[in-house]
């Protein structure tokens, strides 16, 4: 019996794990069948008031070039590869270099791109000024990251009339994820300028290609602020019109997430901002905005003013976000709150001491792989009194299992004596029935959080282990590790008392294969995990069980 409850424990809480992420799956709103390109589609924001004090006054407006279709300009350094359009001087396309495709392994990963919509976009608002959807002049200069070279610009320039005059300003520099935009205001008009600017993300409401089926990160906006904290803001929400996120603050920023990845845009704490998620109506599928609108700052005539607000567009790793949440006097540019995005589930408090102590021992031994070993069996140590409490309970439950077969045949019709006759030799073996529940219980936190730690981090992409394992966020390809962790399971099986009842043992017998199905689906680093899990457990309990089995034959013999 106290096998039996510790199986079906097991079962339910990963039956709850993978049922959360079925329904998280479920209510994202379901893929359009056709993509469309274009980065115009999104109308320009508008605050909903100033964020000047006092009021600006309203510039004479001024007619702003557009175009239908615009061309682009590629900018290659070590870690993008970029396409700007001239067509508001948009991000729309960004290709990682370090990072392969979920797909096709021989194509860079593309975060902004055609095929979700996903472009970064930013603009001023007043009347003429230039937005995303006015058509900018690429200024003279290298396209390129020399190889000495720690930065690269690319500017580009808009006439918004009145003499006043726009560039925008892209600054990449060599091994960050952080790209410069600065916009360059020069007011010619005469008269004092007064304007917002805002950043954008575009994005359809698709998940990113090559998720599995078997488990589901988010995807979609989300915001943080000092007050209200970390917001994810679901697509199907902000469909719905009920998306609740903090608006207004001065402080934090607004992201787009996705699995691994993150794009950011992150204004310099202390400007007031206004954020805003949106649904798209005029786009062709469905899509959403979500940007951030600042204050820029008053331009007198004849002067001009600079705003910069970067936007960090990238990988979830931890080191980097860490470096970027700290304040700017201390080399980070005070993005609190950043290392949030990545997706740890709700048991975060857990899961990302897991994932550092992950992160120091790859450092040790140069495989993430191996680190999964190592870290499993530094979990197993930690846990070892608590399994070695329940293996007790589980073996002497063995031990007692003949004359619990033997109460069975003699009061199989009466089920209250049964009972009674079954707590009573409980009680002078000394066996607590929920002895092997317990501390599975306590180490079922632990074990979860380790599942998402895995999971997320995407310092696994793409990593190899050995031989025929050259991704552990991938499943394994050819289903060896899957096949291992049934085989050891089945032995877990055959190491537990066998239920009184036929037909519980025969479920209990189809569970290994069950779930081992199940784990052919899963990224090879989670199955590698629960394989070593296995072994190690197996070890400490076949060694409980022969000692106490040892132990209790003599009495059994003389006792039945």
Request: charged share 15%; hydrophobic share 45%; net charge neutral.
């Amino acid at each position: 019996m106290d096998n039996r409850r510790l199986l079906l424990l097991l079962i339910f809480s990963f039956s709850l794990v993978m049922l959360w992420d079925a329904w998280q799956k479920y209510n994202q709103p379901q893929a359009p069948a056709v993509a469309a390109a274009g980065t115009a589609a999104a109308p320009a924001p508008k605050p909903s008031s100033s964020l000047h004090a006092p009021l600006p006054a309203a510039p004479a407006a001024v007619a702003v070039g557009t175009a239908e279709k615009a061309d682009t300009v590629t900018v290659d350094t070590d870690l993008f590869k970029v396409e700007i359009s001239r067509q508001g001087g948009d991000i729309i396309r960004l290709e990682l270099k370090d990072y392969r495709d979920s797909v096709r392994k021989d194509h860079f990963f593309t975060l902004f791109g055609p095929q979700h919509q996903y472009y970064a976009q930013s603009g001023l608002i007043g009347d003429g000024l230039p937005n995303h959807k006015t058509l900018f002049a690429v200024a003279p200069g290298s396209r390129e990251l020399a190889g000495d070279a720690q930065t690269l610009e690319l500017r580009l320039e808009a006439v918004a009339g009145n003499g006043v005059r726009v560039a925008k300003v892209y600054t990449f520099t060599r091994g960050s994820y952080l790209i410069g935009l600065t916009h360059e205001i020069a007011n010619g008009s005469g008269k004092e300028l007064l304007a917002h600017a805002y950043y954008q993300f575009q994005r359809d409401v698709k998940a990113p290609d090559g998720e599995s089926y078997m488990v589901s990160t988010f995807t979609g906006p989300a915001v943080f602020t000092d007050q209200e904290k970390f917001q994810k803001v679901n697509f199907a929400d902000i469909e719905a019109g009920n998306a609740k996120f903090a608006t207004k603050a001065d402080n934090g920023w607004i992201a787009m997430i996705q699995h691994y990845f993150v794009a950011a845009w992150i204004p310099e704490p202390g400007l007031p901002r206004e954020f805003y998620i949106r649904k798209l109506e005029s786009s062709q599928n469905p899509a959403v905005a979500a940007g951030v609108i600042v204050p820029v700052p008053l331009v007198a005539p004849g002067a001009t003013v600079s705003l910069a607000v970067p936007v960090f567009a990238g990988p979830q790793i931890q080191s980097t976000l860490e470096h970027l949440a700290k304040p700017q006097a201390d080399g980070g540019i005070g993005a609190q709150g950043l290392p949030l995005v990545v997706d740890y589930g709700w048991l975060t408090i857990i899961a990302a001491p897991i994932f550092w102590c992950l992160e120091a021992i790859y450092k040790l031994v140069g495989n993430w792989g191996w680190a999964i070993v190592l870290l499993t069996v530094a979990i197993k140590l930690l846990f070892y009194p608590l399994s070695a409490a329940s293996y007790k309970s589980m073996a002497k439950m063995k031990t007692v299992t003949p004359r619990l077969m033997q109460l069975k045949e003699r009061y199989g019709d009466d089920r209250q004596k049964l009972n009674q006759e079954m707590m009573a030799l409980y009680k002078r073996e000394k066996i607590n029935p929920l002895g092997g529940c317990l501390p599975i219980l306590v180490q079922i936190p632990v074990f979860i959080a380790l599942y998402w730690a895995l999971l997320g981090a995407v310092e696994i992409r793409d990593a190899p282990w050995i031989l025929w394992i050259k991704d552990l966020s991938a499943q394994d390809p050819y289903y060896i590790l899957p096949l291992i962790m049934m085989g050891t399971m089945l032995i877990q099986t055959k190491l537990n008392p066998t239920p009184p009842d036929p037909i519980q043992a025969k479920v209990m017998l189809m569970m290994p294969f069950i779930f081992g199905v199940m784990f052919f689906f899963f990224p090879a680093g989670l199955v590698l995990y629960w394989v070593v899990n296995n072994v190690l457990s197996i070890a400490q309990q076949w060694q409980i069980t022969r000692m106490i089995e040892s132990g209790g034959k003599a009495a059994n013999d003389s006792k039945a």
